[in-house]
């Protein structure tokens, strides 16, 4: 029998990946740049704030609607993230 080392990948879900995108900010910092990506799919989407499943927990949303808001809500991040980065470098 061949002992070999297996890889064991882990797979992440959508707010994990986040929280570790975020990790570098602080608590106050987090929170804003969270609010800034809610007004974004807000305006993009043209929806009402109460569509939004982890901004009101107690409304019962379809299972496909959380996994694609969820999903929309890391890409923006994602993208907003890497605009802050490379909104303060300067090209000469």
Partial sequence: MKKGNKIVKSEK?????LI???SEYS???RQNFLREVDDLIIKFLKIDQSYLPWLNSHKKSSKKWVKLSRHIRLILSKIHHEHKIHEGRVLH
């Fill in 13 to 17: 879900n959508d707010h994990q990946k």
């Fill in 20 to 22: 570790y995108l975020l």
């Fill in 27 to 29: 608590p106050l910092e």
